[in-house]
């Protein structure tokens, strides 16, 4: 969809979380999947970096995908005002917000008594989940019939736990 389109069509309030897409936590959280299986070396303080490492990433990641779309609409000659702007921002959100769960996890994994290793995996679990998550919400806010949304969880699952097999193939 492009960003006239976008804009020429402001939902507001619950009219516009109606409509959101949810496709953008789905990546964040693949994102973050694969950022936790590709920190294996982290320093004296490994909760922390990975904490940093998991939203840095994100905002990162948020930040090339508003760039993307922003520029998409330079290229196709469209203005680009400041509510364009900050319309993407928040159609590109979830990416971020995506990344905070296995964050969130990863700061209070020392609470449940787990070790880096524990912690790892504690965060990939849950990253795994939100993006199952994203995806079957995705499903319904698209008006999904169950069988469909099964199928997107599953999808989603199945390419979580491909991640996982990575980590225990390539890490272990």
Request: overall charge positive; hydrophobic content about 55%.
């Amino acid at each position: 969809m492009t960003i006239a389109r976008r804009t020429a069509r402001r939902p507001r309030g619950a009219e516009r979380r109606a409509h959101a897409d949810n496709t953008g936590g789905v990546y964040g959280s693949m994102l973050a999947a694969s950022v936790v299986v590709g920190a294996d070396h982290l320093g004296e303080l490994p909760r922390l970096e990975l904490v940093l490492l998991l939203l840095l990433t994100g905002v990162v990641f948020w930040m090339a995908h508003v760039h993307a779309q922003l520029f998409g609409a330079r290229l196709a000659q469209q203005s680009v005002d400041r509510r364009t702007v900050l319309h993407v921002c928040r159609e590109e959100w979830p990416i971020l917000k995506a990344a905070v769960p296995p964050a969130v996890a990863v700061a209070v994994s020392p609470l449940l008594g787990l070790g880096v290793p524990g912690t790892l995996w504690l965060a990939l679990a849950v990253a795994v989940a939100g993006q199952v998550g994203w995806s079957l919400a995705a499903a319904v806010r698209a008006g999904a019939s169950r069988r469909q949304m099964a199928l997107s969880a599953a999808v989603n699952l199945l390419l979580g736990l491909l991640i996982i097999l990575l980590k225990i193939v390539l890490k272990e």
